[in-house]
């Protein structure tokens, strides 16, 4: 029979929970909204019920052999599964993740950055499958990432490795949420593409409408677009130079409009990058969608059970 594991991703809208075999095919996937403010006993409780069940699939075709969960928060490869910080899910501060899956499961638990785990995913079976060295970029409310280095995720110490979405591109920016000033995160994140357009004067709710408006031809959709595009290439040039990474990937729902800001992504990564590294590195979307935090949470728990 084949090992499966129940892999999880935790976000501040959605929990979405998939049991996963060892050659990283999906058997069953279920979503279920986050409640506003939960609880860490609301958030056992959810977890419980869609455990439940995609365990039902694992038993007709394979064995549960582990439980993965990504947490948009720091995790360093020693971590305990105390939930420390969390911008975007702050009632869930001070809850031992790992214990209450240990005590729900009773299986070994792997919990990683959710970033790092859409790097891990799409190296696993995605984009940058065969790759030795990768840059994982989520552009979503946030931005986050995801470092392959010589076939490892970079972690860092502090479970901080891969924080890229605060890298700074404005020293005298625009404050940032993580006490900074200046990150891309304030100019390149689907939050910034909302907000800049509004401040251009466009009627719009959402990164998708701007981009709507891109298509369109809009001047102010274009301008955004523009500007979010040169911020993010000057972030990945910069780290271009410091990891000479053969692949850049770029995951997350920003990507819906790529047409829009690749190109000058890659021009200011060409222009601000040493010419034999910007030259190696290739800008591509990610393979696996939404599901390569998911997949890549498996991965890591399967090499944990080997």
Excluded at 19 to 26: E, L, M, N, R, Y
Excluded at 86 to 107: C, E, I, M, R
Excluded at 195 to 223: C, F, I, L, P
């Amino acid at each position: 029979m084949k090992s499966v594991v129940l892999a999880a991703d935790l976000g501040g809208t959605n929990l979405r929970i998939a049991a996963v075999d060892s050659d990283g095919t999906i058997l069953h996937l279920t979503k279920r909204p986050v409640p506003k403010g939960v609880s860490p006993d609301q958030l056992t409780d959810l977890i419980r019920e869609m455990g439940a069940e995609c365990s039902g699939v694992v038993s007709e075709t394979g064995r549960l052999s582990g439980v993965a969960f990504t947490a948009p928060a720091p995790v360093a490869r020693d971590f305990d599964g105390l939930l420390t910080k969390l911008p975007n899910l702050p009632s869930l501060v001070g809850f031992n993740l790992k214990t209450a899956l240990t005590d729900l499961f009773h299986l070994p638990v792997t919990i990683e950055n959710d970033a790092t785990a859409a790097g891990i995913g799409e190296h696993w079976i995605g984009a940058t499958r065969g790759v030795e060295n990768s840059i994982c970029v989520t552009l979503g409310t946030g931005i986050g990432g995801g470092i392959i280095i010589n076939n490892e995720p970079l972690r860092g110490k502090d479970g901080t490795g891969g924080e890229i979405g605060h890298i700074c591109v404005e020293p005298d920016g625009r404050p940032c949420g993580c006490g900074s000033h200046g990150c891309v995160e304030q100019y390149a994140s689907a939050t910034a593409i909302e907000r800049m357009a509004v401040e251009s004067g466009m009627n719009t709710a959402s990164a998708a409408q701007v981009y709507e408006a891109w298509t369109a031809g809009d001047k102010h959709a274009k301008a955004v677009f523009n500007t979010m595009g040169r911020y993010l290439g000057i972030m990945l040039a910069g780290l271009s130079n410091a990891l000479n990474p053969e692949t850049i990937v770029i995951c997350g729902g920003v990507t819906a409009g790529w047409d829009a800001f690749a190109g000058r992504v890659e021009s200011e990564i060409a222009t601000r990058a040493y010419p034999v590294v910007a030259a190696r590195a290739k800008l591509v979307r990610g393979a696996l969608g939404d599901n390569a935090g998911i997949l890549g949470a498996a991965r890591s728990a399967f090499l944990v059970a080997q």
